[in-house]
């Protein structure tokens, strides 16, 4: 599975940069949202925002950037299915491949002493959660990578491939289901 768009949207930037360098070397075009677009950004790598791919801003102070059909049915298009084809295809929806992207730290948030509830409302990841699971379920098509540990055999593998082995991609779906189910359990 060749990889041409990838969706960058990270609480924990660890080790980031260098990784999404490795992919735009490849010609992965780079889709990315707020924070996370401009670190990309000044570290010189080429970034479209969502908002460019959706044709809506981020909105209600950030809580609105990725809940979107042209996000969703990017990831979530059956790249085998005519009617997925075709109606991406209607409604100019552009294929992500791969979905680059963790989660707000929510228990570490709540286990401040003095939190206000405010805080810790702002600290529930909606958007992070649905796009891992999104990409997840649709791991025939779609890479998802939520520990950035996993940059380095991502890359390699892209690199010496230009894409990410079912194998891998079915690896990588178990570990964002995992993540999401602790994320939800907590």
């Given at each position: 599975m060749s990889i041409e768009r990838a969706l960058v949207s990270v609480y924990d930037k660890s080790g980031l940069c260098e990784?999404?360098?490795q992919l735009a070397a490849?010609?992965?075009?780079?889709?990315?949202?707020?924070?996370t677009a401009r670190l990309l950004r000044e570290a010189g790598i080429a970034v479209r925002e969502?908002?460019?791919?959706?044709?809506w801003p981020e909105m209600l102070g950030g809580r609105v950037k990725t809940l979107h059909p042209k996000v969703h049915g990017g990831i979530l298009f059956r790249r085998g299915n005519a009617g997925d084809r075709e109606q991406t295809s209607e409604h100019k929806i552009a294929p992500?491949?791969?979905?680059?992207?963790n989660l707000y730290p929510f228990e570490a948030t709540?286990?401040?002493p003095d939190l206000t509830p405010e805080e810790l409302i702002e600290n529930i990841d909606i958007g992070g959660p649905a796009m891992g699971r999104s990409a997840a379920k649709n791991f025939e098509s779609v890479a998802v990578v939520t520990d950035p540990a996993d940059y380095a055999a991502i890359a390699a593998e892209i690199a010496a491939h230009g894409g990410v082995s079912l194998a891998a991609r079915l690896e990588l779906a178990r570990k964002a289901f995992a993540l999401t189910a602790r994320y939800a359990g907590k």
């Open positions: 990784f999404v360098r490849h010609g992965i075009e780079i889709v990315s949202t707020g924070g969502v908002s460019d791919l959706t044709g992500i491949d791969l979905v680059v992207v709540a286990a401040k």
